[in-house]
C-alpha cells in the first residue's frame, strides 16, 4: 500500500493539469479495477510518447471512486500532489461513448474500407 502510494505521489507530481494555486485538475480515464484500486490513465503523457503509458498510469484507491466505471472520464483534483477528489466527467464520457459507437458502426457497415 505504501509503494503504491508512493509511486501515486511521483506520476501525479510529474502530471502536468489545469493550474490554480497550486492545485490541479487532470483529465483521466477509469481503465479497470485491479482488487482496492483502480487503473486510471491521465490524458497528458509528458514524452508525448503514446507507446509508452507508464508516465500517465496509476492506481487509485476505490474509496476515491464513487460510482465510477470502467471506460468513464474522469477530472481527478490534486492538491500538493495528491488526488483530493475525482469527479465522474458526464459530458467527456458521452462524447467518448458517441465516438466509439460511431467507429463501430462504420466498421460493422464495412465503411472503414473505404
Known amino acids: 500500500m505504501l509503494f503504491r502510494t508512493i509511486a501515486l505521489i511521483l506520476v501525479v507530481a510529474h502530471i502536468q493539469g489545469e493550474t490554480l494555486h497550486g492545485k490541479k485538475v487532470i483529465r483521466a480515464s477509469l481503465d479497470r479495477i485491479e482488487g482496492d484500486f483502480a487503473v486510471v490513465y491521465s490524458d497528458h503523457n509528458e514524452d508525448d510518447d503514446h507507446h509508452n503509458n507508464n508516465n500517465n498510469k496509476f492506481d487509485v484507491p476505490l474509496e476515491l471512486l464513487k460510482d465510477a466505471k470502467p471506460g468513464m472520464r474522469l477530472k481527478l483534483h490534486i492538491e500538493n500532489d495528491q488526488i483530493k477528489r475525482i ?28
Not at 462524447?95 to 463501430?104: G, N, P
Not at 466498421?107 to 474500407?113: A, K, P, S
Open 87 to 114: 469527479e465522474i466527467d458526464k459530458e467527456a464520457t458521452e462524447r467518448a461513448r458517441d465516438r466509439i459507437h460511431k467507429k463501430y458502426e462504420r466498421l460493422r457497415q464495412g465503411r472503414h474500407l473505404r
